[in-house]
């Protein structure tokens, strides 16, 4: 019988020097962890996909309070909202969200600082199975505002572009 104890207690002890690293190393990633991926702080994004034309000069409804904006920055006469996505994500955790036709988004909050918000926005174009990044940058944004990146090419009729639109709180 005292076999029978001995092979149980090797048996334990071979276990517990079997998982003593992996579990020593989940440990240590674990307390290692960024301070904002422990926080749970969340951000809510927003991301316009918006086509621009100088074809004609109507403007979306929910445009006018940006129009002059959109008119200056990017020398358009009408524009109208063809997607609009909203999440709401971790800080450091990324917003994907597909545009129109063959434009992605992704948005990744890095930073809150009174009413700013910090956000890395990234446009993805798809050509054929690949994507190629049209836009990778880092901006800080009013909480609430929208900051416009775009003047890419959608093709079909016309000489229209995409604008997009962004926002974090």
């Known amino acids: 019988m005292s076999t029978a104890v001995d092979n149980i207690q090797a048996q334990f002890r071979r276990g517990v020097r079997r998982w003593t690293a992996p579990l020593a190393l989940l440990a240590l990633l674990t307390a290692a962890a960024p301070a904002w991926a422990q926080s749970g702080e969340k951000f809510d994004v927003s991301v316009w996909a918006i086509r621009a034309t100088k074809g004609d000069s109507e403007i979306d409804p929910e445009l006018k309070s940006i129009a002059r904006q959109l008119q200056a920055q990017f020398k358009v006469t009408g524009f109208k909202v063809v997607a609009k996505r909203n999440g709401t994500v971790g800080k450091g955790e990324t917003f994907s969200a597909d545009l129109t036709g063959r434009f992605k988004a992704r948005l990744t909050p ?56 962004t926002s974090g709180r």
Do not use: P
Not at 114 to 125: D, N, W
Not at 142 to 159: A, E, V
């Open 110 to 165: 890095l930073n809150r600082d009174g009413k700013r918000v910090q956000m890395k926005v990234e446009i993805l174009e798809r050509e054929g199975r690949e994507e190629k990044q049209r836009l990778g940058t880092t901006v800080t944004i009013d909480s609430g505002r929208f900051n416009l990146q775009g003047g890419w090419k959608l093709g079909g009729k016309g000489d229209d572009i995409l604008i997009v639109a």
